[in-house]
């Protein structure tokens, strides 16, 4: 009987620095920040310490589900260049700490919201996890190509969980401020996937430049961009915020769209020379902070 | 089997360690600060 062999990198602890790498901190920026911004936007401040705990359990709610994504996904992770080097398909930390890690780190950030804030916000972050890890990353990301339009309502939930974490009420303006990143996540997510699809589909990963090819991708990057510009400006001639967001929001959008606009009309394959793909993706990120930044700054200075 | 170096994993039991108890202390203060606020709110 051959006996079980044990590695190195198996027998050794993780370092808790792999920890903290498994909850992907750079994504956790921008829904820690969405979610401040949902926060501070509401009407209704809470006492600063439940303000901060319940951002904190939204930064760790996002890191249960970076943890539990990757503890899925280590042997799709392993085959792409840009994830090759996360703790576990480097070797550097057994899967099941990582599961143990996520399914806890979760279930503790949605007792601390509940016992902090109030468990109608509590429910939205369980809901926001679960349906980021088992909808998809579990059932869509690795059957469809429209994973990152339905999947992108688990990273539109933070604006709205920290709207009701400050006043325990769902409103309009959260509802829209959850639209705007619904439809912002494929145009974002797909100028990514055209300029890095040989890793997606090395992966088995089937992204809809893999699938559908990449004019058919920058169709749909074009066409998602303006029903988020749409949601993006609605918010000021609904009455819900003032000029100050009215205005950031309609000249952001604008070029947002107009950044679309180039990338449908690039005819390149080659990633290399997909410029417009790149700035579009690197102004998707800055527009989503750019838009919470002028969302608050209206509710504050206007 | 090869056995890793004994310091080696002693080091990273006592870098978790550290760790674990500066969270569970953060949590210990944060948990104080949010009894207080929750006190005060139902005042």
């Known amino acids: 009987m051959p006996a079980i062999e044990m590695t190195e990198t198996a027998v050794l602890p993780a370092d808790w620095r792999d920890f903290l790498a498994l909850t992907?901190?750079?994504?956790?920026?921008?829904?820690?920040?969405?979610?401040?911004?949902?926060?501070?936007?509401?009407?209704?401040?809470?006492?600063?310490?439940?303000?901060?705990?319940?951002?904190?359990?939204?930064?760790?709610?996002?890191?249960?589900c970076g943890a539990l994504n990757q503890w899925y996904e280590a042997d799709i992770d392993a085959k792409m260049r840009r994830t090759a080097k996360r703790p576990l398909p480097d070797g550097r930390m057994d899967?099941?700490?990582?599961?143990?890690?996520?399914?806890?780190?979760?279930?503790?950030?949605?007792?601390?919201?509940?016992?902090?804030?109030?468990?109608?916000a509590a429910g939205l972050l369980a809901v926001s996890i679960l349906f980021y890890v088992l909808v998809y990353t579990v059932w869509l990301k690795p059957r469809t190509a429209q994973n990152i339009v339905i999947g992108g309502a688990a990273g539109a939930f933070p604006p709205l969980i920290g709207?009701?974490?400050?006043?325990?009420?769902?409103?309009a303006l959260p509802l829209l401020l959850f639209a705007i990143i619904f439809l912002w996540t494929p145009p974002h997510f797909w100028a990514l996937s055209l300029f890095v699809r040989s890793d997606y589909a090395a992966a088995g990963i089937p992204m809809l430049p893999v699938v559908a090819g990449l004019d058919n991708t920058r169709r749909q990057v074009f066409l998602y961009s303006l029903p988020m510009a749409g949601a993006a400006v609605a918010p000021w001639p609904l009455g819900l915020t003032g000029p100050i967001y009215g205005a950031s929001a309609a000249i952001l959008s604008f070029v947002f769209v107009v950044l679309a606009g180039r990338v449908l009309a690039n005819r390149t394959?080659?990633?290399?020379?997909?410029?417009?793909?790149?700035?579009?993706?690197?102004?998707?990120?800055?527009?989503?902070?750019?838009?919470f930044t002028a969302l608050v700054a209206d509710r504050w200075i206007a | 089997m090869p056995r890793p170096d004994d310091e080696l994993v002693r080091g990273r039991q006592r870098g978790r360690a550290r760790v674990t108890a500066l969270l569970l202390g953060a949590f210990v203060v944060l948990l104080f600060f949010i009894t207080i606020a929750q006190a005060s709110r139902n005042w």
């Open chain 1, 95 to 120: 899967r099941q700490s990582a599961l143990h890690f996520g399914v806890g780190l979760g279930s503790f950030s949605v007792i601390l919201m509940g016992l902090a804030t109030n468990w109608l």
């Open chain 1, 24 to 64: 992907k901190p750079r994504v956790m920026s921008l829904v820690v920040f969405t979610g401040l911004c949902g926060l501070l936007a509401a009407p209704a401040m809470p006492p600063f310490v439940l303000g901060f705990t319940a951002i904190l359990c939204i930064a760790l709610g996002a890191g249960a």
């Open chain 1, 269 to 291: 394959t080659e990633p290399s020379a997909m410029a417009a793909e790149k700035h579009l993706f690197a102004y998707s990120v800055f527009y989503l902070f750019a838009l």
């Open chain 1, 163 to 171: 709207w009701v974490a400050a006043t325990g009420r769902v409103e």
